[in-house]
């Protein structure tokens, strides 16, 4: 489906309201055309920082690194091209957990007291308040 421009044309003011708005001193408001001129001249300045918006530096120990110090690192870090040859992994926090932990073996009695629950909670079926506190 082509698009269509849609325009509109207004129309002129009827002498009486002219003469109204001259009375009560009315100014119109902005055009649209004002406010597409606003848009197309706007410029986000989102890359300068202000003081007070820059991180804040502590330096506790001797070793730690100074404003300077961080504000060198992070010009040369930005300035250094990307390595393109290192291949690019993504791991997950789910598989790191499951490297930490280690399998705890389980008692043959436990399972079968699990599994004794487990049937237990299953055959109640009630809907009744009255029933689930008697347990």
Known sequence: MPKR??????????????KIKEQI????GPSIED????IENYEDSDEEE???EKPQVVVIK???LTAEEAAKAFQEESEKPADLNQKIVFKSKKEEDKTDE????EHKADKKTKKARR???????SFNEDDEEDN
């Open 50 to 52: 202000n003081d007070d």
């Open 5 to 18: 421009n849609v325009a509109f044309i207004k129309p002129e003011e009827p002498s009486f309201l002219k």
């Open 102 to 105: 280690k399998p705890r073996p």
């Open 35 to 38: 406010k597409r001129e606003a």
């Open 119 to 125: 049937k237990e909670q299953q055959s109640k079926l």
């Open 25 to 28: 001193g009315y100014r119109e």
């Open 62 to 64: 001797d070793g730690d």
